[in-house]
């Protein structure tokens, strides 16, 4: 039988006038105090399961909607958490967006999505807009040349805010994110292992601190097994499936051919199987290939790709609560997390598909 049913039969009366249901209506039909009902409306812990599920049902059965706005004017803030991406392009921040959204809704938040492009005008207009629409809190994966000044307007504002894979400098502000040196470097002696001493690296962009940290991971890895680092096999590259696609053909096209290659992201991966498969050649055969991110579609791509995951769903979710916390205690010790790298290891690389590798845990 139906909430309404139930409410039906216990004859609550219906409003009458204009037809618009008030906190009065329902505290008379569940037969608790207006008070009462204003804590169940806002989730409050503090009721009975059994008196906040008696009056969600006299709410639910008198047809009763939650007016949200008046209710964030008059508390100054609201149940809108801001999710500000630098590219929503890349599947990793879709699926970080589908963790952090899902740890949110069951604590009563929804989230309120933007792609900045790595525009840092548009980032800070649609930051203004989230103070405006008195968001609860941020997750914000910082556009690049980000102002390191941003950790304190944010802060000045009182938006409580979590940066994800791309940390601010201070030691002040929440932070979640992937051990992207460890991730790297992990791909690289893969690579080695496997026997290549000629592997390229793509993805070299010097003012973006996780590739600067990749590309370390890269050079490191092929020091510490007395292979030498050749400056014209670390290709600069867009982050895109188009630019992985034209540095692979860069790199094809030089008189001395690596036989591997690691890929800063899966995009640029992508891009560079794409361009093996148009030459002619066969990715695992004739040059190995590595990504990083583990997003979902790496499975199907052709051959399958091995790749470094980084498990977005994870940051979306920690970040969510490491925010949900901040909001509850504001004073409470700055968390900075970094997540251990898995290599998974499938057909791109020349290897049989295996258990994950992991790095130890990192924080």
């Known amino acids: 039988m139906s909430r309404f049913k139930r409410l039906m039969e216990q004859k609550v009366a219906l409003p009458l006038g204009d037809g ?12 608790v105090s207006k008070s009462t009902v204003s804590l169940v409306l806002n989730n409050s812990p503090l009721v009975k399961s059994g008196t906040a599920e008696k009056v969600r049902a006299a709410a639910q059965g008198l047809g009763y909607v939650y007016n949200r706005s008046a209710a964030s004017l008059r508390q100054g803030t609201s ?14 921040f879709v699926e970080l967006l589908i963790g952090a959204e899902r740890q949110l809704l069951e604590s009563g938040f929804i989230t309120l999505l933007s792609h900045t492009g790595e525009d840092i005008k548009l980032q800070e207009k649609v930051l203004s807009s989230m103070r405006e629409q008195k ?12 102002p390191p000044t941003l950790p304190q307007v944010l802060k000045s504002w009182a938006m409580p805010f979590v940066a ?32 290549h001493t000629d592997i390229a690296f793509i993805g070299r962009n010097r003012i973006n601190n996780v590739s600067i940290v990749r590309q370390d991971g890269y050079e490191h890895a092929l020091r510490e097994n007395g292979i030498a680092v050749r400056a014209k096999w670390i290709i600069e590259s ?12 860069t790199l094809l096209a030089l008189g001395k051919k690596p036989t591997a290659v690691v890929c800063y992201n899966d995009l ?15 990715a695992g055969k004739d040059i190995a290939v590595v ?23 994870r940051v979306g979710e920690m970040a969510s609560q490491i925010l949900l916390n901040r909001l509850k205690e504001p004073d409470a010790p700055v968390v900075k997390r970094l997540l251990k790298p898995e290599l998974i290891i499938r057909k791109s690389c020349g290897a049989e598909s295996q258990v994950s590798k992991s790095t130890p845990d990192a924080s």
């Open 238 to 249: 867009a982050i895109s499936m188009q630019g992985g696609k034209e540095a692979m053909r």
């Open 164 to 195: 994800v894979m791309r940390s601010f400098e201070d030691q002040e502000s929440d932070f979640i994110g992937c051990d992207n040196y460890a991730g790297i470097k992990l791909a690289t002696q893969h690579l080695v292992d496997l026997g």
């Open 20 to 31: 618009k249901v008030t906190i009065m209506d329902i505290a008379r039909a569940a037969g």
């Open 79 to 92: 149940n809108v958490v801001a999710m500000v991406v630098n590219d929503l392009t890349n599947s990793f």
């Open 291 to 313: 990504g990083s991110d583990g997003v979902a579609t790496t499975a199907f791509c052709n051959p399958p790709l091995t790749t470094v995951a980084l498990h977005s769903h």
């Open 268 to 282: 640029i991966a992508t891009g560079a199987l794409s361009e093996i498969g148009e030459q002619g050649l066969i």
């Open 135 to 146: 968001a609860a809190g941020v997750i914000l994966c910082p556009a690049l040349y980000t």
